[in-house]
């Protein structure tokens, strides 16, 4: 029926560099358990609903995490 | 089987009531289906929405002021109608409107409050949304972004959001649905004896 998590996603100054930060309670109740911060990547979807990305090798980004170590997990898709 | 519908026994008026009724509920549900998703978005704040809110406080001190001449003038000094004060109380007729830090495309942030989240950015500069084709698509440049844009855009001209596994959308939708299906169901049980099965 739904998780129970919660969270906020502002642009803050953190650690002297602006930055996006999410901010979350996580909980597993009713099978929940995720967080995530969302962008699309196609800027018209008139035009497509993807991008072509075929001549990069891959995404950098800088990520800094202030949880508990080895109990979350960090995923991109 | 066929079901032949017959003349009901509750009156016509109590089963159009019915009718409208689930039809109605019917049109909440696709409503809701339309604007919400199963999964629960935050709400991106401030930014965006911040001229508008500087319009309305500039009106709101406006009309404020207006509640005050006409508080003192109560008695038509004018020889204004009830109308003309109840358009003047109510803003549309003679509100002075401080236009000083309204928005203009031509006007710098000089003299504005400057939010330490908005990288330098007046409130006014960034909720002047440019259009799609002013951005550059991150597979062109490279850059997804760089937070050089306002939050929440993207300096390629998407927006960020934040998403929670939160359902209460999902078990609102629940309870109408099942709070349809058994009014439908109770619609079927009072119109049984009228159906005629061949």
Known sequence: ?77 | MTILFQKPTSTYSSRMITVILLCFMQSILIFSNNHHFNVAAFVIPTAMTSASSRIVSSSTEARATDDKVDSSTTTNKNGDNKAMSFLKKIGKVGTKVDFTHAIGVDEGSGGEKVSSSLDGKCEHDIAIRKANHAYKSCVESGMIDDLSEAFPITSSGTRWAGVTDNGEYIILYYIIYIYCALCFMYYILLNLSSFSFI
């Open chain 1, 1 to 77: 029926m739904g998780g129970v998590s919660s969270g906020t996603l502002v642009r803050e100054d953190f650690n002297g560099r602006i930055s996006n930060v999410l901010t979350a309670n996580v909980r597993l109740e009713n099978n929940g358990g995720f967080v995530q911060m969302v962008t699309d990547l196609a800027l018209d979807h008139s035009v497509s609903n993807t991008v072509d990305a075929s001549q990069y090798k891959g995404l950098e980004f800088d990520v800094f995490y202030t949880g508990v170590a080895d109990k979350e997990n960090f995923n991109v898709q």
